[in-house]
């Protein structure tokens, strides 16, 4: 962005509006539910907590605008940066996974800065410095070990020990979190890099990306929250297992706000694109006239010479 009133305009306002709003509708329905406003209500939407999802895009928020000043500098530095972040986020988790806050502090803690920005600065660095996910190919291995790894430390001492982390605040699951900003975007590639088979398991992704995130911001507490109490939470035939009342919960709320945003963007794609987020599809420019190509005549200019065909002769070679 060129100036700091475009970047607001074109790219912070596209977040930050839809999040007040959808804000605002979660507020307006937690106190039609609990029968009226109340002051622990108001203090929630303050704090970005009136439904589960909305202090994510608080801190996105947040970096996005601390961030827009280093757009211009070197990826030496950027690196640096990404680097400090780390050792700042690991030493705020390790902080955290031997302290528990309570009150309005266990609150703010995932709204802290330094809980998140490891992840936003190798973001910003590794997307000045590479524009393809080629680079994950000479760490990928060492990515899945380091993955697999504390993937099984956390489970045995969660399971053996009793020793789940409170919440985010794990070391091991910092550092898995860490492995995967390699790891994750390894697997995309490798499944890319398959021809056919990896463009038609991609192709229902790259569908709903362009709607991912407004159905992350409408999907609690609209879809899951009022639509699957009535239809999942109180049906009998699942509700006594927690594996189908989960997933039953997780399905039929993903499914519904998936078909609310998209069928909102096909109704009316403006009001979609200020209210949900939703993005304008991608169209790709028209082919140009192909003229017939052989091996050794490749299109030329009108009126430009064809290279004339290579000598076999000798004194050709």
């Known amino acids: 962005s060129p100036t700091w009133q475009y970047f607001v305009r074109r790219k912070?306002?596209?977040?930050?509006?839809?999040?007040?709003?959808?804000?605002?509708?979660?507020?307006g329905y937690e106190v039609w539910a609990q029968g009226g406003a109340s002051g622990h209500l108001l203090k929630e939407f303050a704090f970005f907590n009136v439904a589960g999802q909305y202090y994510y895009l608080a801190?996105?928020?947040?970096?996005?605008?601390?961030?827009?000043?280093?757009?211009?500098?070197?990826q030496k530095w950027l690196g640096?940066?990404?680097?400090?972040?780390?050792?700042?986020n690991l030493a705020m988790i390790?902080?955290?996974?031997?302290?528990?806050?309570?009150?309005d502090w266990a609150t703010l803690e995932y709204r802290n800065p330094l809980v998140w920005v490891s992840f936003y600065a190798f973001g910003f660095w590794a997307g000045a410095r590479w524009e393809s996910l080629a680079w994950t190919r000479r760490w990928r291995t060492w990515a899945f070990a380091g993955m697999a790894a504390l993937a099984?430390?956390?489970f045995v001492r969660g399971e053996a020990f009793g020793a789940y982390p409170r919440s985010y605040f794990g070391v091991e699951m910092?550092?898995?979190?860490?492995?995967a900003l390699v790891g994750y975007p390894a697997m995309i590639d490798i499944v890319m890099r398959r021809g056919r088979p990896g463009r038609v398991l991609l192709a229902p992704w790259r569908a709903l990306s362009r709607f991912?995130?407004?159905?992350y911001l409408v999907h609690m507490p609209f879809f899951v929250g009022y639509v699957t109490t009535r239809l999942?939470?109180?049906?009998?035939?699942?509700?006594?297992?927690?594996?189908?009342?989960?997933?039953?919960?997780?399905?039929?709320?993903?499914?519904?706000?998936?078909?609310?945003?998209?069928?909102?963007?096909?109704?009316?794609?403006?009001?979609?694109?200020?209210?949900?987020?939703?993005?304008?599809?991608?169209?790709?420019?028209?082919?140009?006239?192909?003229?017939?190509?052989?091996?050794?005549?490749?299109?030329?200019?009108?009126?430009?010479?064809p290279p004339s065909r290579p000598s076999t002769s000798a004194a050709g070679r």
């Open 212 to 215: 991912a995130f407004g159905i």
């Open 12 to 27: 912070l306002s596209r977040i930050a509006v839809p999040t007040l709003v959808w804000m605002t509708a979660a507020l």
């Open 174 to 179: 910092f550092l898995f979190s860490s492995f």
């Open 94 to 103: 390790v902080w955290y996974q031997g302290h528990n806050p309570g009150g």
């Open 232 to 305: 999942v939470s109180n049906n009998t035939l699942v509700n006594g297992d927690y594996w189908q009342l989960t997933n039953s919960i997780f399905l039929v709320g993903f499914v519904s706000a998936t078909a609310f945003v998209v069928l909102a963007d096909r109704i009316a794609p403006r009001f979609a694109g200020v209210v949900l987020g939703t993005s304008p599809p991608r169209v790709r420019p028209p082919a140009g006239p192909r003229g017939p190509r052989t091996k050794y005549a490749p299109p030329t200019r009108a009126g430009a010479t």
């Open 80 to 88: 640096i940066i990404a680097l400090g972040a780390f050792v700042a």
């Open 59 to 74: 801190v996105l928020i947040f970096f996005m605008a601390a961030f827009w000043p280093l757009r211009h500098v070197a």
């Open 152 to 154: 099984t430390v956390y």
